[in-house]
């Protein structure tokens, strides 16, 4: 038999609209279209090989804004004749082996490929019913849209009711792009390749970023533009084994102008196939281009907190609540578990004392038992805006010393070809840590700051830069007694960080594969020295100043690979760093404490996924009080996988401490 060539021009409807999150105005054209005729036009061509194109053509004019009818040219000048009839929107074009048509049906099988604008179907047959606009797709169906992988033994769906179904179904995607993708502005793509594979062999580590998933459901049902499944299965490890996932049940996916709403019931975060942890995901909206993407989190919380908490507790996140069309408000009730089996408090000044009084142990009562953080976060006219609140008691008569606040409105603004963040601030009681001083607060402020942050390589030299220009006006301690002083506050600060390598062992590429069970990306052995050089000048009312210069050189060893199963990895390092200072600030949060401290770090994989992390600062300031004291360390025990990490940490230095859970990203 001679091989047929087959090219039918169909509605867009028949590319499955768009993953079927079809947008109103566009359902509705395709609803009232009234029947079309059909014209044959054979083109005859060398080779015994046939081309037969068809146009479907609707009885009524169909504006271009609704994408309903897509017109395909030919050969032997017909395209122009068809024009002449048809106002050609975009090209559909659908190849298989075997095609056939009767009054009501289109009938394609074997190796049916449809394309249009970049976008790509697959599957063993296709079937198209006219007259009740049904469209279904079987065997070993793949499909495109962009930057969106789909594979289904088979999908249908009806155009009129605008419903469907996708039978066991397996996709990759990309969160970046994906209300974009499904917004129908597509971008003609002449190179079009073949469908990637769902599943990978290797891939490639994206730093702070999670945008690709794998995820599986049995059915996925299609109703308007939303889309249900009883069960779906969520995955970043692109390796598709069974390190994570994430089940969700009763999931609700919604599509509406530049946002994708989330909707479940409980769901679960599997480890191993072994572990299941319950989380709670409720109704959620992601807006597109936001920083959040789908960084699906646990509402659960639990962290210790000896100073403004007396220990542990834990809290759980509500539903967001939207506020206008651009702003969110979070808030997490907490349970101070520690301060209600004490049955006391220390987080508080003594009643009618000032703010900044020595804390004392006071009663409780049923209101110091719970505690509330919440915040408010959007776009306003472009600029982002964000406000936290910490409140560590529910007694009013505590208010004052329980309260905690900053707002904060920011913007990205390129200067210098560079970009830096322009952002102004507001503050009350917001607690810093300055070294061998301690704790220390700021009881007013506000403010204006600019800063850049970089990193590159030049050459084999890794590089960190930070800039940052202020101004503002503080309320705080005085440096020398326990007074409240306020004053305008000028500050520049420049700092580079530089990692030299002296010997490092190669690497062929940054690609891993499922040998890699610990760790997100090959681990890079040697011997490094790591430089910092910082610059600091501060000035305050009634000429008070300060200002440094500081210089650090240490070394840095990495030994192992993190791929057998016990001590296969070594990091240490020393970093001492000299200030040669001069001036004093009028306040203590920010006083220059410390001339000569060294920096220690050490991490040492154990066994299995265990390895813990320790750092610490060391003051060896001869004239200060606290000489030889860690004035900052963290401890972190760390189990971790190549798809994820889980930790539990504390910081002696301030007696706070908590667990950390965090998914790594892959391409």
């Known amino acids: 038999m001679n091989k047929c060539k087959f090219q039918k021009i169909l509605s867009l409807s028949l590319f499955f609209s768009n993953l079927f999150l079809l947008n109103s105005g566009i359902a509705s054209s395709l609803k009232n279209l009234p029947n079309f005729s059909l014209r044959k036009y ?37 395209k122009d004749k068809i024009s002449e009839e048809l106002e050609i929107v975009n090209e559909l074009l659908i190849e298989s082996k075997v095609q056939s048509d009767d009054n009501d049906t289109l009938y394609a099988e074997g190796n049916v490929k449809v394309t249009f604008k970049g976008n790509l179907l697959k599957a063993d047959r ?82 702070n970023k999670v945008k690709n998933w794998i995820f599986h459901s049995e059915t996925i049902y299609i109703n308007k533009n ?28 919604s599509l509406a102008q530049n946002t994708i709403k989330l909707k479940s019931k409980i769901n679960y975060l599997i480890l191993e196939d072994k572990v299941n942890i319950p989380f709670w995901l409720g109704e959620r909206t992601i807006v597109k281009d936001s920083e959040d993407s789908f960084g699906f989190q646990n509402r659960w919380n639990s962290g210790y907190d000896n100073i ?96 905690r606040t900053r707002i904060e409105l ?32 700021i009881y007013g402020a506000y403010g204006w700051q600019l800063d850049h942050e970089s990193s590159w390589e030049d050459g084999l030299v890794e590089k960190n830069q930070i800039i940052i220009l202020g101004l503002g006006n503080y309320k705080a301690e005085e440096l020398t007694t326990s007074n409240l002083i306020q004053s305008y506050k ?14 490092e062992k190669q690497i062929n590429n940054n690609y891993i594969d499922e040998s890699y069970k610990y760790s997100p990306k090959p681990i890079q052995e040697g011997a490094f020295i790591n430089s910092k050089f910082s610059a600091l000048y501060n000035s305050y009312d009634d000429g008070n100043y300060q200002q440094y210069l500081g210089f650090g050189l240490g070394p840095e060893i ?34 220059i404490s410390e001339t000569f401290t060294i920096d220690l770090n050490f991490d040492q994989h154990l066994l299995g996924p ?19 004291r860690f004035i900052n360390s963290k401890i972190v025990m760390n189990w971790k996988k190549r798809a994820y990490s889980f930790g539990i940490f504390y910081q002696p230095h301030n007696e706070a401490g908590g667990i950390n859970f965090s998914l790594n990203g892959f391409e």
Request: hydrophobic share 35%; no cysteine; glycine share 6%.
């Open 558 to 591: 990495i030994l192992g690979n993190f791929k057998r199963n016990y001590l296969d990895y070594t990091r240490i390092g020393i970093l001492p760093f000299y200030k040669f200072k001069s001036g004093n600030s009028v306040f203590k949060f920010d006083q």
């Open 410 to 441: 920011s913007k990205e603004i390129n200067l210098f070809e560079s970009n830096f963040t322009n952002r102004f601030f507001g503050a009350y009681r917001d607690s810093i840590w300055n070294g061998s001083i301690g704790e220390s607060e």
């Open 308 to 403: 403004n908490k007396d220990g542990f507790f834990i809290g759980r996140k509500l539903d967001e609540i939207k506020i206008g069309d651009d702003l969110l408000l979070n808030i997490e009730p907490q349970f101070l578990i520690q301060r209600v089996l004490k049955g006391e408090t220390k987080s508080f000044a003594q009643k009618d004392f000032a703010l900044n009084s020595p804390r004392v142990t006071r009663n409780i009562s049923l209101s110091d038992y719970f505690a509330l953080n919440s915040s408010i976060e959007g776009n306003i006219n472009y600029w982002d805006f964000k406000v936290t609140k910490e409140l560590n008691s529910l007694d009013s008569k505590k208010f004052a010393n329980a309260f």
């Open 126 to 207: 296709l079937f198209y019913t006219k007259n009740s606009k049904i469209a279904k797709a079987e065997g070993n169906v793949y499909l495109k849209i962009n930057n969106q992988i789909f594979q289904a033994d088979k999908i249908e769906y009806d155009f009129i009711n605008e419903k469907g179904n996708l039978q066991n179904v397996k996709g990759l995607i990309n969160s970046e792009y994906i209300i974009s993708d499904l917004d129908f502005k597509f971008e003609d793509n002449n190179n079009l390749d073949e469908i990637t594979k769902i599943k990978r062999y290797k891939v490639l580590f994206t730093k």
């Open 226 to 253: 939303k889309w249900s499944s009883k069960r779906a299965f969520f995955s970043n490890d692109l390796l598709d084994n069974d390190q994570i996932k994430l089940q969700f049940n009763d999931l609700e996916v």
């Open 610 to 628: 265990l390895m813990i992390e320790t750092k610490g600062t060391i003051n060896l300031d001869s004239d200060s009080k606290d000489y030889g």
């Open 490 to 503: 000028r500050a520049i600060s420049y700092q580079i960080n530089q990692k030299i390598p002296i010997y």
């Open 42 to 78: 054979l083109i005859n061509n060398s080779d015994d090989l046939s081309l037969v194109t068809s146009v479907f053509k609707f009885q009524h004019a169909i504006k271009s804004s609704t994408l309903s009818h897509l017109v395909s040219g030919s050969k032997n000048g017909s």
